[in-house]
């Protein structure tokens, strides 16, 4: 095993191997806290924002589900990496999810059993910029994304760290 340190890349390579095993144990588990709990009346159903911190570099995830108490059945409503989500209910059959405009959404729906869900999204609605927000943060090094940052995040290092 000693050996592949003297091998160019060798430190590397073990160095990586090593990070890579601590970061997949860290992975492994999340830790998951009901940040709001919403019980819709004269329904079976409940709705709940969860926050998953799994430990390690990942900073966890936010998501929104809405429960039938009864079967125990789960839609997914939003999931995605803010922690700023805030649920309202509006009667009779909506369900308002606000949350910020610059959000890394994964998963979305616009309804479960027979409510509607609304998403409110702060401070405007922009899917342009959420769409570019997005772009800027699964392809940072890019040069759209890179003068994207410069032009809307002027306090964010963008690109490479000392790229700017």
Known sequence: MWRLLYIPGG?????????????????????????EH???????WSVDQRFADC??????????VATERAT???????RLSSTNV?????????????????????????AFGRYRVRFDFTPRDDPVDRA???????????PEAIAWCRQNMPRVSCGRVGGN
């Open 132 to 142: 570019n927000y997005r772009h800027w943060l699964h392809n940072f090094d890019s």
């Open 11 to 35: 430190f590397l390579a073990l160095l990586a191997l090593v990070l890579g095993i601590l970061f997949i144990r860290e992975r492994s588990y999340c830790t998951v806290s009901t940040e």
């Open 72 to 78: 125990k059945r789960s839609v997914v409503l939003v």
């Open 38 to 44: 919403v019980l819709i009346p004269h329904s079976n």
């Open 55 to 64: 430990g390690g570099l990942d900073r966890g995830f936010t998501e929104v």
């Open 86 to 110: 805030h649920l309202r209910l509006i009667p009779p059959d909506e369900i308002a999810i606000s949350l910020p405009n610059r959000s890394d959404i994964a998963e979305m729906n616009n």
